[in-house]
C-alpha cells in the first residue's frame, strides 16, 4: 500500500474485480458519497477544460477536415423527443454518441490540448503511457442530458482524468502497438454511465464490451505522413464507449472482469500466470489501481500544459530555443538564420523515435509538421530571428512564450513548406540521448538544444527537465501565457473572444440551464486557412 493516507483513495487491488470497482467508483464519486476534491483540483480542470473548448473551436472555424465531417454528420442525428447533447456552436438536441465524436475530435484536432506521461513515483506507477484532455465532452453530453449543473459536468471531467490518467500509470499501451486512448474510453463508459444513473453492473458491462470489442492499434499513428485518424482516435474510442453505456443501460451484458480476463488486452500482453495456468480466470491482473477521491493528489495535478500548437515532447527543445534567444541574441542576427552552422538537439525516447524518425524531416501534412522536431523548432526559430528583425525581441521567459506561440497559421500549407524554415530545418541534428536521458523520462522531458555559429561558438541550453507548461515547472505565469493562448484560439472563432472564453470558465458556478446552452453560439467560421 502508499504511504498516502486511506481517507484520500479507494484501491482497486489486482486480485479484485477492478472493472467493477471503477464503476462503483464512479458512482460513489459523482453522488459525493466519497470524496472532495481540493479547490486547486477543481481550478486545474477548469483551466484544461478551457483549454481544450478553445483548441477544438478554432480547430472548427478553421474548417479542418474531421471535425467539420464529423460535425456536420452529427447535425444529421437529432435526439427527436429524447433529452439530447449540443455540438460546438449549435442548440439542436443530437445523439449523446455523436455529439461527443464530434466536440471530441475537434478539441483534439490541433493536438494543443493538456498531455499526460502517465507517471507517478510516489507510488511507484511509472508505465508512462501517454494521454490527453480529449474527453470533456462526455461530462457536458451526459449533464445536458440528466440536466446537471457546471460543478456536476466538472466533477465528471475530475472522474474522467482520474480514471484514465491512473490507468496511464500502471499499464503501458503504446508498448504492444496500442493507442493511448483505450485508456479514455474506459474512464468514458465510467464517468458517463455515472453521470447517466447506470447500476455499477452496467458500467462493468460497458467498460468490457469497450474492451472486448473495440480495441484501437498505433496503426491510427503509423505512417510517413499521418492522416485524420490520428487527430480523431479519441473521439471515435469514446463514440463507441457511449455506445456500449447505453447499450449496457439498455439490458445488453458484455464481458464481465475485464482486466482479470485471460484473453484481454492487459493479461494477454502481460501475463499474471505461468504454464498451463496463463488462462486461469481467477488471477489477478498485472496491476493495483488507486483512485483518488479527495485532497489533491489528483492525476489531473500532473498533467501539462501545451503553450500553442506542438507536440509535447518538443517542449523541451522550445524552451531551450526561448532560453538561448534570450541569452544569446546574437543566433538571431541573420534574417536568414545564415549565422548559424547547426542545432544538435539531444533527447530521449520515445521522443527521438516519434518525432525525431527520418521521415518527419520532410512533413508534408499538417498532422506530420506538429509531430516533427525539426519542424516545430525551426518554425518558433524563425519567429524568434523575425522579432529581432523588427526590434521587439523579449528577453522574459513568459512573453517569449506568448510572441512566438505557434498558432494554427504556423502549420498551413504555405507556412509547412515555408523556405526559411525548410533551411533551419536543414539544419538540425536530432539525436538519442541514450540512458542519462531515458532515465529522467517521464520525470520530465530531458532535452538539450546546442546552436552552433559559423564563427565557431556554441551554445548550449543544458539539460532542460521542465519546460514552461510542464506540471513540475514552478517559474513560468501560467495562467497568464494560457490566457494568451485562450485569446489567440478564442479570435479565430469569434468577434469577441473574451465573452466566449467567459462562456466556458468558472464551469464550477454555471448553472443547469448555462450548461444547457453552453454551445448555443455562432461560430464564426473563415476561409483564409489552408491546410497542408
Known amino acids: 500500500m502508499p504511504a498516502a493516507s486511506a481517507a484520500t483513495f479507494t484501491p482497486l487491488p489486482a486480485d479484485s474485480n477492478q472493472a467493477l470497482g471503477i464503476a462503483n467508483f464512479a458512482i460513489d464519486f459523482m453522488a459525493r458519497r466519497i470524496g472532495e476534491p481540493d479547490q486547486a483540483v477543481l481550478d486545474r480542470t477548469d483551466l484544461f477544460h478551457t483549454d481544450a473548448v478553445l483548441c477544438g473551436l478554432s480547430a472548427l472555424a478553421l474548417r479542418t477536415n474531421a471535425p467539420t465531417i464529423l460535425r456536420d454528420e452529427a447535425l444529421g442525428y437529432t435526439s427527436g423527443s429524447q433529452p439530447g447533447a449540443t455540438v460546438f456552436g449549435s442548440s439542436v438536441p443530437l445523439k449523446p454518441e455523436k455529439a461527443i465524436v464530434a466536440n471530441s475530435n475537434a478539441v483534439r484536432e490541433w493536438d494543443s490540448n493538456g498531455t499526460n506521461f502517465g507517471f507517478n513515483k510516489a507510488r511507484d506507477h511509472t508505465a508512462g503511457e501517454f494521454g490527453h484532455n480529449d474527453f470533456y465532452p462526455v461530462a457536458i453530453a451526459a449533464a445536458q442530458l440528466k440536466g446537471l449543473s457546471g460543478a456536476d459536468a466538472l466533477r465528471g471531467m475530475i472522474l474522467l482524468d482520474e480514471i484514465r490518467g491512473r490507468l496511464a500509470e500502471v499499464f503501458s499501451l503504446k508498448t504492444y502497438k496500442i493507442d493511448h486512448v483505450l485508456h479514455g474510453a474506459i474512464a468514458s463508459a465510467a464517468?458517463?454511465?455515472?453521470?447517466?444513473?447506470?447500476?455499477?453492473?452496467?458500467?462493468?458491462?460497458?467498460?468490457?464490451?469497450?474492451?472486448?470489442?473495440?480495441?484501437?492499434?498505433?496503426?491510427?499513428?503509423?505512417?510517413?505522413?499521418?492522416?485524420?485518424?490520428?487527430?480523431?482516435?479519441?473521439?471515435?474510442?469514446?463514440?463507441?464507449?457511449?455506445?456500449?453505456?447505453?447499450?449496457?443501460?439498455?439490458?445488453?451484458?458484455?464481458?464481465?472482469?475485464?482486466?482479470?480476463?485471460?484473453?484481454?488486452?492487459?493479461?494477454?500482453?502481460?501475463?499474471?500466470?505461468e504454464g498451463k495456468d496463463r488462462w486461469t480466470e481467477l488471477a489477478p491482473s498485472p496491476f493495483d489501481l488507486y483512485l483518488s477521491h479527495s485532497g489533491d493528489d489528483f492525476a489531473v495535478m500532473g498533467m501539462h500544459f501545451k503553450l500553442g500548437l506542438y507536440e509535447h515532447q518538443s517542449a523541451g527543445a522550445l524552451q531551450a530555443v526561448i532560453d538561448l534567444a534570450a541569452k544569446h541574441p546574437e543566433i538571431l542576427e541573420s534574417p536568414d538564420a545564415s549565422t548559424i552552422e547547426k542545432i544538435e538537439i539531444v533527447a530521449y525516447e520515445p521522443a527521438f523515435g516519434i518525432i525525431g524518425n527520418p521521415a518527419k524531416m520532410d512533413p508534408k501534412t499538417r498532422q506530420s509538421a506538429d509531430h516533427s522536431m525539426a519542424y516545430i523548432v525551426s518554425t518558433l526559430l524563425r519567429k524568434a530571428i523575425d522579432a529581432r528583425q523588427r526590434g521587439d525581441a523579449p528577453t522574459d521567459n513568459d512573453e517569449a512564450w506568448k510572441r512566438y506561440m505557434l498558432s494554427p497559421y504556423d502549420y498551413s500549407r504555405d507556412a509547412v513548406f515555408d523556405q526559411r524554415t525548410r533551411a533551419i530545418m536543414s539544419k538540425i541534428v536530432f539525436t538519442h540521448g541514450g540512458p542519462e536521458y531515458d532515465r529522467n523520462y517521464p520525470d520530465?522531458?530531458?532535452?538539450?538544444?546546442?546552436?552552433?555559429?559559423?564563427?565557431?561558438?556554441?551554445?548550449?541550453?543544458?539539460?532542460?527537465?521542465?519546460?514552461?507548461?510542464?506540471?513540475?515547472?514552478?517559474?513560468?505565469?501560467?495562467?497568464?501565457?494560457?490566457?494568451?493562448?485562450?485569446?489567440?484560439?478564442?479570435?479565430?472563432?469569434?468577434?469577441?473572444?473574451?465573452?466566449?472564453?467567459?462562456?466556458?470558465?468558472?464551469?464550477?458556478?454555471?448553472?443547469?440551464?448555462?450548461?444547457?446552452?453552453?454551445?448555443?453560439?455562432?461560430?464564426?467560421?473563415?476561409d483564409d486557412f489552408q491546410d497542408a
Do not use: C
Open 191 to 273: 464517468a458517463f454511465g455515472a453521470m447517466m444513473g447506470a447500476t455499477a453492473e452496467q458500467i462493468e458491462s460497458a467498460i468490457g464490451m469497450t474492451v472486448a470489442h473495440y480495441v484501437p492499434w498505433r496503426a491510427i499513428r503509423a505512417g510517413k505522413q499521418l492522416s485524420d485518424s490520428k487527430g480523431a482516435s479519441a473521439a471515435i474510442s469514446t463514440e463507441v464507449a457511449i455506445l456500449s453505456t447505453l447499450r449496457s443501460m439498455r439490458g445488453f451484458m458484455g464481458p464481465r472482469d475485464i482486466f482479470r480476463n485471460p484473453e484481454a488486452v492487459f493479461r494477454f500482453f502481460e501475463p499474471t500466470t
Open 444 to 526: 520530465g522531458i530531458p532535452t538539450s538544444l546546442v546552436i552552433k555559429t559559423k564563427s565557431g561558438e556554441a551554445f548550449d541550453s543544458g539539460m532542460i527537465m521542465y519546460p514552461a507548461g510542464h506540471a513540475r515547472n514552478a517559474a513560468a505565469d501560467l495562467e497568464d501565457i494560457l490566457n494568451h493562448k485562450f485569446h489567440l484560439l478564442g479570435a479565430l472563432a469569434s468577434d469577441d473572444a473574451p465573452d466566449l472564453i467567459a462562456r466556458y470558465r468558472n464551469l464550477e458556478r454555471k448553472s443547469a440551464s448555462d450548461v444547457a446552452n453552453i454551445n448555443d453560439f455562432k461560430i464564426r467560421f473563415r
